[in-house]
């Protein structure tokens, strides 16, 4: 088993430090029934009835790697500028003005600022001309020689902020990678995210030199192979035959 280190460089609380993808499961995933109405069976056109509960790549993917958090409480605010020279009154329609996103913390330093034109023409920048926020990430990562780390907003998740992915080289690299993002429902979105809130799931990988082929007559059998041995089971063929056990401590 290889090790990924997470040190805390600014003294944040306990509670708030990182934790394997699956102390973090989402609760619309949690709640949802394995097989339709309960039901497990096949349905009358031999095919599943499984939900996406039982679908094992959706299982991996949310219960891979690690989880960082943010570690102090946001408040986030919807301010109306007004230009100069203009008077208005509580009966005043100001929907014409432009909006200003205000970020308010109680303790720490969680978010700074990027200038928009460091990406202007990101597809996260939703025609807003606003500095992108960052969450300040509290760990320095380091993981075994050979070894990166990809960064990606949590799977499979609702959240009211999306951070832009990235991949680091977290063997040589080892200060803080903080976290650009953006809020979901910019020009809507007011409200507290919570000490504790998912930003960022973080998974190792072994970097490897790659180049790409196309298959031939042997690789279509093969495939053939798979998909008939997967079909004599009307339950789990992917997960009975072929998944390979995956573990983060």
């Known amino acids: ?58 299982f991996d ?4 790697g690690y989880i960082i958090t943010t570690y102090t409480d946001v408040w986030v605010k919807q301010l109306t500028i007004i230009p100069e020279g203009i ?5 005043s329609d100001v929907s014409g003005f432009p909006k200003e ?19 202007p023409t990101h597809p996260l920048r939703g025609g807003h001309n606003t500095s992108y926020p960052k969450w300040m990430n509290p760990w320095s990562i380091k993981t ?23 991949v680091v080289d977290t063997d040589q690299y080892t200060h803080a990678v903080n976290f650009p993002f953006v809020l979901n429902n910019a020009d809507t979105f007011q409200g507290l995210i919570p000490a504790g809130t998912p930003i960022a799931q973080v998974i190792p990988f072994k970097r490897d030199s790659w180049k790409m082929e196309f298959g031939n007559e042997k690789d279509i059998k093969e495939q053939a ?25």
Not at 61 to 64: A, K, L, M
Not at 87 to 91: A, G, I, N, S, Y
Request: net charge positive; charged share 25%; aromatic share 14%.
């Open 1 to 58: 088993m290889k090790n990924i280190k997470f040190t805390d460089i600014i003294g944040i609380q306990k509670e708030y430090y990182p934790k394997p993808a699956s102390k973090f499961i989402p609760e619309w995933y949690k709640d949802m029934d394995s097989y339709r109405d309960n039901l497990k069976i096949p349905d009358v056109n031999n095919g599943w009835t499984a939900t996406i509960k039982r679908c094992m790549p959706v």
């Open 61 to 64: 993917v949310i219960n891979s």
């Open 87 to 91: 008077e208005v009154d509580k009966d």
């Open 101 to 119: 996103i205000r970020y308010e913390w109680s303790s720490l330093n969680p978010i700074e600022f990027h200038p928009i034109q460091q990406a």
């Open 144 to 166: 075994p020689p050979g070894y990166s780390t990809l960064f990606i907003p949590p799977a499979h998740r609702d959240s009211v902020f999306t951070i832009m992915p990235g």
């Open 225 to 249: 192979e798979t998909l008939a041995k997967r079909s004599t089971k009307f339950f789990d063929g992917y997960k009975t035959f072929f998944r390979q056990p995956k573990e983060y401590k």
